[in-house]
């Protein structure tokens, strides 16, 4: 177990509408990562906060988009639905500290398999 | 923008064997840091191992050990004493240092499913 917590385990929608997935960091950890893992594009990152800031972009689409509250938890919502949207979305953390220190390792949660049909 | 391969899509071999998992990274960065993570069937990601591409030694965790050649962009990862809960993929991840300090996003190749047979 690594620490990191997602809601729900698994999604099952309609195309076109929008879900939200949820996050909670390890304790101590201030930085939030998301990625998408499907078939066709492997693993993928999308987006990272910092201490409820954001800090990187990866390939993120613009129906997608994500948030870190106070209390550190994160949520990434997408929107308007595509099939090809169906994938397994990890949250990942990590301490976010000085860069070269072991607070660089991210850990990941168990993921959310987002279905849409 | 950085690249990570992972040529061997698939490789299978007998409990308590040495294998070998190659990768090569293509970055115009000179600090950052390799990672191979695994994931079973369970889908769960879990870290194996990390390196630092400013260390010269090589990281080793128990059974698992790598191979990190920076000049040819070169990270391998050794499975001495195979067993079968190490069938799983395996994927290589690069990530560069991040201005301002703290961690960057991860680039992932597309992995290595190894089966370990009894």
């Known amino acids: 177990d690594s620490g990191v917590t997602q809601t729900p385990k698994h999604l099952i929608t309609a195309t076109g509408q929008r879900v939200t997935l949820r996050c909670s960091p390890r304790?101590?950890?201030?930085?939030v990562y998301w990625y998408q893992q499907s078939l066709d594009q492997g693993l993928q990152f999308l987006i990272q906060?910092?201490?409820?800031?954001?800090?990187a972009k990866g390939n993120i689409l613009e129906r997608f988009s994500a948030q870190q509250f106070p209390d550190l938890h994160s949520e990434l919502n997408l929107s308007s639905l595509e099939l090809g949207d169906s994938a397994l979305y990890f949250c990942?953390?990590?301490?976010?500290?000085?860069?070269?220190?072991?607070?660089?390792?991210?850990?990941f949660g168990p993921g959310t398999r987002l279905t849409v049909l | 923008a950085q690249t990570v391969t992972q040529s061997q899509p698939e490789m299978s071999v007998q409990e308590a064997e040495t294998v070998t998992l190659s990768c090569t990274y293509d970055t115009s960065e000179s600090n950052y840091y390799l990672f191979w993570y695994k994931q079973p069937p369970s889908r769960q990601m879990i870290l194996v191992i990390r390196q630092e591409a400013y260390k010269q030694q090589n990281a080793t965790e128990n059974r698992f050990s790598v191979n990190f050649q920076k000049a040819a962009k070169s990270f391998s990862l050794k499975i001495s004493d195979s067993q079968l809960g190490d069938t799983a993929m395996y994927f290589c991840a690069f990530m560069k240092h991040a201005v301002g300090g703290g961690a960057d996003g991860l680039t992932f190749g597309k992995g290595t499913h190894l089966i370990i047979q009894p």
């Open positions: 304790s101590g950890d201030l930085s």
């Open positions: 906060y910092y201490n409820g800031e954001e800090r």
């Open positions: 990942a953390s990590s301490v976010g500290g000085t860069s070269g220190s072991r607070g660089d390792t991210q850990y």
